[in-house]
């Protein structure tokens, strides 16, 4: 057996910038990092009889592939649409506060587009 992959669980609470793209998402990092997964992961291990370093590595995998799920479900055509609709609302929008909206959901939109634009699953 290869050596398998270790991470160190910490905690992060930031900073970012106020206009940070993704301060959403960062805001949930620091949130849920406060939380101690292992706990929920030790006990349904010792139910399952599962390892939790194996519990942990499927939650991981499974929620990492999620974006390629998501595109299958809603496929390209869709993602191509809702992805159209974002482009078109920035150049059209005078509002400020409306046009950071339409930025935020193209950035959350935007993970559905991986698949397609590396097939290879390169990353971001």
């Not at 992805?83 to 939109?109: H, K, N, P, Q, S």
């Amino acid at each position: 057996m290869t050596d398998e992959p270790t991470i160190r669980l910490e905690r992060w609470s930031g900073p970012w910038p106020d206009d940070d793209p993704d301060a959403n998402f960062k805001a949930d990092v620091a949130a849920f990092s406060m939380l101690d997964p292992l706990e929920t992961l030790r006990g349904l291990g010792e139910n399952l009889d599962i390892p939790v370093g194996a519990l942990a590595r499927a939650i991981l995998a499974r929620w990492a592939s999620e974006g390629s799920s998501a595109l299958l479900e809603l496929g390209p055509s869709m993602v191509e649409r809702l992805w159209a609709v974002t482009e078109a609302a920035e150049g059209a929008a005078t509002d400020e506060d409306r046009l950071e909206v339409y930025r935020r959901l193209r950035g959350m939109v935007s993970w559905l587009r991986v698949p397609l634009n590396d097939p290879e699953g390169g990353g971001y």
